[in-house]
Nanobody
């Protein structure tokens, strides 16, 4: 079974930068698509960005221009580089991988942005 593990979260100041990672247990090019989401307590999970096998990316309006999704196939890792962070970016960030209609999720990594 596919396992996904997020890491790199922490406490940062507003305006700062942070890079979070999603390590997969399998070749990431086995996935049709990988994506980043975030969620705060009491709210629905929010789509942030995704990348397909061909490297085509999509970004949500809320983070476009500030966050960048990327991957390293040899390291079996997907990244989210976050800059110009704001307190409203505080959330648990989740990694998702898709194989056709099957979905796999990590347990999340907490990002807290202080004002």
């Amino acid at each position: 079974q596919v396992q996904l593990v997020e890491s790199g979260g922490g406490l940062v100041q507003a305006g700062g930068s942070l890079r979070i990672s999603c390590l997969a247990s399998t070749n990431i090019f086995d996935f049709n698509r990988m994506a980043w989401y975030r969620q705060t307590p009491g709210k629905q999970r929010e789509f942030l960005a995704d990348i397909n096998v061909g490297g085509v990316t999509n970004y949500a309006d809320s983070i476009r221009g500030r966050f960048t999704i990327s991957r390293d196939g040899a390291a079996k890792t997907m990244f989210l580089q976050m800059s110009s962070l704001r307190p409203e970016d505080t959330a648990t960030y989740f990694c998702k991988a898709m194989i056709l209609r099957r979905e796999f999720w990590g347990q999340g990594t907490q990002v807290t942005v202080s004002s």
